[in-house]
């Protein structure tokens, strides 16, 4: 499924824009409205430096959760993650507009906290967040921004509550509704229960929109307030879901086994949770395999709940102890052991611009889009217009953006990026060197073929003093703002 957001002049909206178009009810309460919009909010940001992706404005839509503490849900794809140095602000309801600050965002479910003065809202209850089981056939109801404008409801009823979907896949609930695009962020409201199930983060554009569980916001606000720093424990795999007459004809698992699942899990449209993939260099490599179908875990039955399966992986992380699995391999049962690792330790933290180009180490979303094994972990995505780094490295077609994994700077072996800081000193004095590197991208041959070709490559670099001056950001988690330490120039 392709996901596109759109861009309207210089201003790139996120994902979904929701346009009112009632389907599902012949009417919504008014009061209920007017009930929920203080609560609503949208979120623009401007970028300065970024990892990975753009540095652009973009606008989403948001909700508060806590209004005594300042919190504010919203996507990681609205904050654009640990990867992109921004100012964010919102416009409440009143129309005043203040500052955010990102005070957390989850490496692998698309959603991320916010915080902000939220004194003067009145707001003397905050809403209530169910953790429950979705059911197919809810009616929702959401509220967000259309275009960063006024707010636009729409009404929907949940398709299917088990989806997967996302960078690093994650538990997600289909809504059958209308959309078009810019308003991802907004709560999905349960009408019948007077409770938030979920947050709205992509579309396919048409007929469809995928929501977070809210059960995963609801860990994350639970650490905040206790003023400990969230976690996300994972293994390392990237899970899908298969059919079981797949698993049966192409996985040698039992036709008794899948009838008696289909029976117990009806909500799982006779689909069971397989491994789909596994990240390079993780817990998992060498102990899971694709295609191998999640039974329990724990002892516990995980059915097709993600959710489920994420929730009990974390817990046994922070009690840093071993997950134990039960698992279906090609038809023979086994049972196995790993050791899951905090995803938060991989975010993006540090930063070093040097010459035009944004150097990072390597997190979980690039490990799994480039399959980066090894030593070398620094990477450049990004490079400004015009400088000696885009003129030389293998480029997207028609943009400033790559993937390469950087091996040497001129005579500098390059592993991280204190290599790169201790590199710099001696390159920007000579003005020219060689960076040799793997391209983990695309390039289009002169008969315009993609050539894929992951061997070492050399090119050579020329910095100017218009190029600027090294700086090194790095995220300080006390502040949750990011600083600057000038290098050289």
């Known amino acids: 499924m392709k996901f596109i957001a759109p861009v309207l002049g210089l201003v790139k909206y996120a994902f ?81 507009e203040i500052p955010l600050k990102l005070i957390y965002s989850d490496p692998t479910a698309d959603i991320a906290v916010f ?10 209850e905050d809403l209530s967040l169910s953790s429950d089981s979705i059911q197919t056939g809810t009616n929702v109801l959401i509220i967000g921004k259309n275009e960063n404008r006024h707010f636009s409801t729409q009404t929907g009823v949940v398709a299917n509550p088990n989806e997967i979907e996302g960078h690093l896949p994650q538990h997600a609930m289909r809504i059958s509704l209308n959309m078009q695009g810019g308003g991802s ?14 947050i709205i983060f992509a579309s396919n554009m048409a007929t469809s929109a ?31 879901y298969s059919s079981l007459g797949d698993l049966v004809k192409y996985y040698s698992f039992s036709e008794d086994s899948a009838v008696e699942y289909a029976k117990k899990y009806p909500e799982a449209f006779h689909r069971a949770l397989k491994v789909h993939s596994i990240m390079p260099d993780s817990p998992a490599e060498g102990v899971l395999e694709a295609g191998d179908c999640i039974l329990e875990i724990d002892g516990q039955e995980i059915g097709p709940n993600l959710y489920k399966l994420d929730k009990i992986i974390n817990e046994i992380g922070v009690a ?20 899951p690792y905090n995803m938060n330790d991989r975010q993006v933290k540090r930063m070093v611009v040097f010459g035009g180009a944004t150097f990072f180490e390597a997190d979980d979303v690039m490990i799994r889009r480039s399959g980066l094994k090894g030593k070398n972990r620094v990477l450049i995505t990004n490079a400004r217009l015009g400088s000696g780094f885009i003129e030389k490295l293998p480029m997207f077609p028609g943009s400033n953006h790559a993937l390469i994994c950087v091996e040497k700077l001129g005579n500098h072996d390059i592993f991280t990026l204190n290599d790169v800081i201790k590199a710099i000193p001696s390159l920007i004095k000579s003005g020219h060197f060689t960076i040799a590197f793997r391209n983990y991208g695309i390039k289009i041959g002169y008969d315009e073929k993609i050539i894929f070709n992951q061997g070492r490559l050399l090119e050579e670099i020329n910095v100017f003093e218009q190029d600027g001056g090294a700086e090194e950001f790095y995220f300080d988690n006390k502040t949750h703002a990011w600083a600057v330490n000038r290098l050289a120039g």
């Open 115 to 124: 915080q902000g003065d939220l004194k003067d809202m009145g707001l003397t």
């Open 210 to 240: 995928f929501a977070l569980p809210i059960a995963y916001g609801v860990e994350i606000l639970e650490s905040l307030k206790a003023g400990k720093e969230p976690k996300c424990f994972s293994l390392g795999a990237i899970f899908t």
């Open 320 to 339: 840093n102890k071993k997950v134990k699995l039960s698992i279906v391999r090609y038809g023979k049962k086994m049972k196995l052991s790993i050791a």
């Open 185 to 198: 962020g907004s709560m999905v409201y349960d009408v019948a229960s007077g409770k938030v199930i979920g």
């Open 16 to 96: 979904i824009s929701l346009i009112f178009f009632s389907n599902v009810f012949s009417s919504t309460d008014p009061k209920l409205l007017a009930k929920l919009q203080p609560y609503v909010v949208s979120i623009k940001s401007r970028s300065i430096v970024a990892a990975y992706g753009d540095v652009s404005p973009t606008a989403g839509t948001g909700f508060i959760v806590d209004a005594k503490n300042g919190y504010i849900f919203s996507n990681a794809h609205v904050a654009a993650g640990n990867k992109v140095i921004a100012e964010y602000l919102a416009t409440l309801s009143s129309g005043k």
